[in-house]
């Protein structure tokens, strides 16, 4: 009774903590327009001349004729309600646009993350299981990864397998699962590279951590099969850092479209966000960015309430 | 107790095999890097900016030009030591930057009153959900595209990090038996903090710095590569690579490829320099326990 009334309270506490940063954010994002040098108004409108009663809407949804707190109020009144404004660029709903290029940049995300899942726990397994040699290797192999900027994994892709090799397009998202999937291998993995080599070297520790302790020695000594050890032991145990820096690093996918999406001509929120920040189309940059943050914290949160359910010794110290 | 002692051991012999030789390569790498930047209007054969449309996409390695040319003719090599200025000196403005606000935040935290640390902990968290990039984009948009905008987001976006760390270590520090009894004596909190504590904090504070560095690297490369970083005629290393990427397609990548390694080789430098002084760190700490 009492257990349960504490994790309760634990959680409420996280979502609550959840909910504030969002809205901080939130605020953040409200203030940039009001910090643009000149005239609000004129930054929403883009240089374009709309009739008054189309000025009277944004003055409104911006909330520009009060003061920053009321007019912050109007606004993520109108946000509250899933209703993100209009493109100062294209003159259209900000969630027809967002909408429209949502699902390639998911099939994209998803797509990154199988490839850095499956590789980067693959490797860190290799590794703690390999002998010496090939740990070696594989720690070269996944700092130098770690350490690799997508753009120059984009280069260096295009260069070798679009253009070198031929093997896969150069531009677009293709059209039909296998072309989607032929398209967006190039991008997917240049995106993965980093993600893997940061996963891979976080699980190489963790596992490493494990096999030195006594537990695994036990195991080992009764005669436990090694894929057994591996599995029960040392992957069972390694779960807590290895989840959360899966949830950071799918966090950090949805950012990471920006320069694949730009560089492979990608038409998704990713290559839109920065087209719309060079053209200061304000109401697109707000939007993406709340999307952005709410994505990092649904994803943080899912993973700090997931972690005690996968390790009991994560669970949050309850009071009697 | 008595197992993890050889354990203890063999990693220590581990790390100290790897260490050296990758190191000591990689400061000299810098080093290089440094100087490059430093002294690149004596060691560039050509102006930067020098086009010659008769010399265009030339490969490496062609008379005149030890590292090739661009699209418009102009000499990679003098390009890339030019870049290396602005590539170099704008992260490490954000880590200066951070480092201080870092510093202080985290201090305030760990040894201030209780309702500081709350409000700073809590803002440090929140700071958290925004990724650097992101906000260094938010930037560009309010001000427009340029270098100043982005490295004072970015410094913002990395004060967190720094402050997280310094607030745990000197919280760790301030439990320690010399801080008490200079406490004892009636020396103030503040001047322990600065005169005693942070010099010891400063090991730890160099090996994050040095990590940090990498990320303001990569951070404001990208934003050049996006066209939404340095604007012409100044460039760096992010611009060369985003000006060289219609070559790629043409089949001559190399004016891309070098400034992309550049990138890479520096950052990787950096990144073992940075755990080489971590782990230093980490040693000392279990040394004295």
Redesign the interface.
């Given at each position: 009774m009492t257990v349960r009334a504490g994790t309760t309270r634990w959680v409420l506490g996280r979502l609550a903590?959840a909910s504030?940063?969002?809205v901080?954010?939130s605020v953040?994002?409200y203030a940039?327009l009001q910090?643009?040098?000149g005239d609000p108004l004129a930054t929403l409108t883009g240089g374009k001349r709309l009739t008054e009663s189309q000025l009277d809407v944004l003055r409104q949804t911006y909330g520009l004729d009060k003061g920053f707190v009321a007019g912050y109020l109007d606004w993520a009144g109108h946000v509250a309600r899933f209703d993100l404004g209009t493109s100062s660029v294209y003159q259209d709903s900000v969630n027809s646009l967002l909408a429209s290029r949502l699902p390639v940049s998911l099939a994209l995300i998803g797509y990154a993350a199988v490839v850095t899942v499956v590789l980067g726990l693959g490797v860190a397994v290799v590794s703690a299981v390999a002998g010496r040699r090939t740990a070696?290797l594989a720690t070269v192999l996944t700092?130098?990864a770690?350490?690799?900027?997508?753009?120059?994994a984009v280069?260096?892709l295009?260069?070798v397998f679009s253009?070198?090799l031929g093997w896969f397009p150069?531009t677009g998202a293709g059209s039909g699962f296998l072309d989607r999937v032929w398209h967006l291998t190039l991008p997917a993995v240049a995106m993965a590279i980093a993600a893997f080599g940061v996963l891979a070297r976080v699980g190489q520790a963790a596992f490493a951590d494990q096999l030195?302790r006594?537990h695994v020695e036990v195991a080992r000594s009764r005669g436990v099969g090694r894929a057994a050890v591996l599995r029960r032991h040392v992957v069972r145990n390694s779960l807590g850092p290895v989840v959360t820096v899966v949830g950071l690093l799918l966090?950090?996918l949805?950012?990471g479209t920006?320069?694949v999406e730009?560089?492979f001509g990608i038409n998704g929120i990713g290559a839109f966000?920065?087209s719309?920040?060079?053209r200061?189309d304000?109401p697109v940059?707000q939007a993406v960015?709340l999307l952005?943050?709410v994505v990092?914290?649904v994803i943080?949160t899912a993973v700090d309430l997931l972690l005690p359910v996968l390790d009991p010794q994560l669970r949050p110290a309850v009071t009697r | 107790m008595t197992l993890t002692v050889p354990a203890l051991r063999a990693r220590r012999v581990r790390r100290n095999r790897r260490g050296p030789v990758a190191v000591v390569g990689a400061a000299v790498f810098l080093a290089v890097v440094v100087v490059a930047a430093v002294a690149a209007p004596l060691l560039a054969p050509y102006s930067p900016d020098a086009t010659s449309l008769l010399d265009s996409l030339l490969p490496p390695g062609s008379p005149g030009h030890l590292l090739g040319t661009d699209s418009t003719g102009r000499d990679v090599l003098s390009r890339l030591l030019y870049g290396a200025r602005l590539s170099l000196l704008a992260p490490l403005g954000v880590v200066l930057a951070s480092t201080v606000l870092g510093v202080a935040v985290g201090l305030v935290a760990a040894r201030g009153p209780r309702w500081a640390d709350l409000l700073l902990s809590r803002t440090m968290d929140i700071a958290f959900a925004f990724p650097s990039l992101l906000l260094a984009m938010l930037a560009v948009a309010v001000f427009g595209a340029g270098l100043a905008a982005p490295m004072v987001a970015l410094s913002i976006a990395y004060t967190p990090f720094v402050g997280r760390v310094v607030r745990s270590l000197a919280v760790q520090e301030g439990s320690r038996a010399y801080v008490e009894s200079y406490a004892v004596m009636g020396f103030s909190t503040t001047w322990v903090t600065l005169r005693h504590l942070l010099p010891n904090l400063a090991p730890a504070l160099a090996a994050q710095a040095a990590l940090a560095f990498g990320y303001a690297l990569i951070d404001l490369a990208t934003l050049s590569f996006l066209g939404l970083g340095v604007r012409p005629p100044e460039s760096d290393w992010g611009s060369m690579i985003a000006q060289a990427q219609p070559a790629i397609l043409q089949g001559l990548p190399a004016s891309a490829i070098v400034p992309g390694v550049t990138v890479l080789l520096t950052v990787i430098a950096v990144n073992l320099l940075g755990e080489h002084l971590g782990s230093s760190v980490g040693r000392t700490d279990r040394e004295r326990a």
């Open positions: 903590g504030g940063t969002v901080v954010a953040v994002v940039a910090l643009v040098p070696t700092s130098g770690a350490a690799t900027p997508p753009f120059v280069i260096v295009l260069a253009v070198g150069v030195r006594e966090a950090s949805f950012v920006a320069v730009t560089a966000l920065v719309s920040v060079s200061q304000f940059v960015s952005a943050v990092f914290v943080s | -």
